[in-house]
């Protein structure tokens, strides 16, 4: 499966944003499909599963963000909102046939990643 990742930019602090990964060559509902994040100088961090256990989110980003998947457009949002500064990233989506639910925050439990997108939240 192939990933691409769109719609990051640049938002002020309390506003929302959407990303998305547009899956081709593969079926988004036969695969956990993760979002992570890497901050400059920080190593990647889990952010936000969807699978056949449901969703995960990371702590910090309950109640902020919300993940979905379209399977009609073969895509998986994340829904930003109450962005803060330290949500700055580049966001990347990654995807797993064979993951299991205690491994989803595990960067190294995917097999395919997409190309990142910058997330820029200005103070």
């Known amino acids: 499966v192939q990933l691409q990742a769109s719609g990051g930019g640049l938002a002020q602090a309390g506003a929302s944003l959407r990303v998305s990964c547009v899956a081709s060559?593969?079926?988004?509902?036969?695969?956990?499909i993760g979002w992570f994040r890497q901050a400059p100088g920080k190593e990647r961090e889990f952010v936000a599963a969807?699978?056949?256990?449901?969703?995960t989110y990371k702590d910090s980003v309950k109640g902020r963000f919300t993940i979905s998947r379209d399977n009609a457009e073969n895509t998986v949002h994340l829904q930003m909102s109450s962005l803060k500064a330290e949500d700055t990233a580049v966001y990347y989506c990654?995807?797993?046939?064979?993951?299991?639910?205690?491994?989803?925050?595990?960067?190294?439990?995917?097999?395919?990643w997409g190309q990142g997108t910058q997330v820029t939240v200005s103070s």
């Open positions: 969807v699978g056949r256990h449901g969703t």
């Open positions: 060559g593969g079926t988004v509902r036969t695969y956990t």
């Open positions: 990654a995807a797993s046939r064979t993951l299991i639910l205690s491994t989803r925050s595990d960067p190294t439990a995917y097999d395919y």
